[in-house]
């Protein structure tokens, strides 16, 4: 599996052969000679269902698993995350600068797990899986860290955003961190090509792929349908009266406004329902809250 994250999560390789994540592709158009070469070898490679989808860690995997079980034992997951030290050290790392402002620091990872509980565990697990498949480009390392960072804000706002508009889901924070993982994948099939004259080219495919390359990872790691769905729909108009898309179409608002040197575009926050003294509330708290690397 030459495409496969594994190679820049050495910590995850199985014994045997690693396991193929399967889907049914969504990619299903045909290469066409109006395409760019690029546009063309992409497609390609989108249609197979297998390019450059990543494998999901064994302990992501569990922490997913139990943290919607109630007779989960935080031994178990703290036991599980200890197998595997470099995900350990991220997860730690992770965890202690959230809990450093809440003066909780602390060094075993049972006792992080304890005053995190399972379900922020998850969400740290899975921003460290999501962290250490980011490296290792060697023509779009740049595009892809800051695909990750904002992710990572759009987690938070995405968090924010729904406390303020009362639509707390069990995977408000996944559904943030997760809706644009198809970018990383798409960066990642391309860096494999030759590097088209125009750039325009590569954020334009980008742009046009990453939701069903983003819907195909969520799919091929059983995440729940919700996150499949923000990352499917978050940039379909159409997707706006399901509340879980909706809330990442309102994170990745709440990023632009962030992202830029002028001040927010309001009126798109009224497109998205939300009203302007809230959005502004939003803004406010996800900037702070991403400042200080505190979870809301
Ligand atoms: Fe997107
Ligand atoms: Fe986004």
Same mark, same amino acid.
């Given at each position: 599996?030459?495409?496969?994250?594994?190679?820049?999560? @050495?910590?995850?390789?199985?014994a045997g052969e690693p396991p193929v994540p399967s889907i049914v592709p969504l990619v299903t158009v045909e290469p066409t000679p109006e395409m760019?070469?690029?546009?063309?070898? /992409?497609?390609?490679?989108?249609?197979?269902?297998?390019?450059?989808?990543?494998?999901? @860690?064994?302990?992501?995997?569990?922490?997913?698993?139990?943290?919607?079980?109630?007779?989960?034992? *935080?031994?178990?997951?703290?036991?599980?995350?200890?197998?595997?030290?470099?995900?350990? +050290?991220?997860?730690?790392?992770?965890?202690?600068? &959230? +809990?450093?402002?809440?003066?909780? /620091?602390?060094?075993?990872?049972?006792?992080?797990?304890?005053?995190?509980?399972?379900?922020?565990?998850?969400? /740290?697990?899975?921003?460290?899986?999501? $962290?250490?498949?980011?490296?290792?480009?060697?023509?779009?390392?740049?595009?892809?860290?800051?695909?990750?960072?904002?992710?990572?804000?759009? $987690? &938070? $706002?995405?968090?924010?955003?729904?406390?303020?508009?009362?639509?707390?889901?069990?995977?408000?924070?996944?559904?943030?961190?997760? #809706?644009? *993982?198809?970018?990383?994948?798409?960066?990642?099939?391309?860096? +494999?090509?030759?590097? @088209?004259?125009?750039?325009?080219?590569?954020?334009?495919?980008?742009?046009?792929?990453?939701?069903? +390359?983003?819907?195909?990872?969520?799919?091929?790691?059983?995440?729940?349908?919700?996150?499949? %769905?923000?990352?499917?729909? #978050? #940039? %379909?108009?159409?997707?706006?009266?399901? @509340? #879980?898309?909706?809330?990442?179409?309102?994170?990745? $608002?709440?990023?632009?406004?962030?992202?830029?040197?002028?001040?927010?575009?309001?009126?798109?926050?009224?497109?998205?329902?939300?009203?302007?003294?809230?959005?502004?509330? *939003?803004?406010?708290?996800?900037?702070?809250?991403?400042?200080?690397? &505190?979870?809301?």
């Open positions: 599996m030459s495409s496969s994250f594994l190679e820049f999560m @050495p910590s995850q390789a199985p760019s070469e690029t546009e063309r070898e /992409l497609v390609k490679r989108l249609r197979t269902g297998r390019a450059a989808l990543p494998v999901l @860690p064994q302990v992501a995997e569990a922490a997913l698993r139990l943290a919607n079980d109630p007779d989960a034992r *935080i031994t178990d997951l703290a036991e599980l995350v200890d197998t595997d030290p470099p995900i350990a +050290a991220r997860f730690m790392s992770v965890a202690n600068s &959230v +809990a450093y402002w809440r003066g909780l /620091l602390t060094s075993s990872t049972q006792s992080a797990i304890v005053r995190l509980g399972l379900a922020n565990t998850r969400d /740290l697990l899975f921003q460290v899986v999501y $962290a250490a498949s980011s490296g290792g480009l060697k023509k779009y390392q740049m595009q892809v860290q800051r695909s990750f960072k904002r992710s990572v804000i759009a $987690a &938070v $706002a995405a968090r924010t955003a729904a406390r303020e508009l009362s639509l707390v889901t069990e995977y408000d924070y996944m559904s943030g961190l997760l #809706h644009d *993982i198809g970018e990383a994948r798409i960066y990642r099939i391309l860096d +494999a090509l030759p590097r @088209p004259d125009d750039p325009k080219i590569v954020a334009d495919l980008v742009q046009r792929y990453h939701t069903a +390359a983003g819907a195909e990872v969520a799919m091929a790691w059983k995440l729940p349908t919700e996150i499949v %769905d923000a990352c499917a729909a #978050h #940039h %379909d108009p159409q997707a706006i009266g399901v @509340p #879980h898309v909706r809330l990442v179409m309102i994170a990745d $608002a709440v990023c632009d406004a962030l992202d830029s040197a002028r001040s927010p575009n309001l009126q798109r926050f009224e497109s998205l329902l939300v009203d302007v003294s809230i959005a502004r509330r *939003i803004i406010d708290q996800t900037k702070k809250a991403a400042q200080m690397s &505190v979870r809301p």
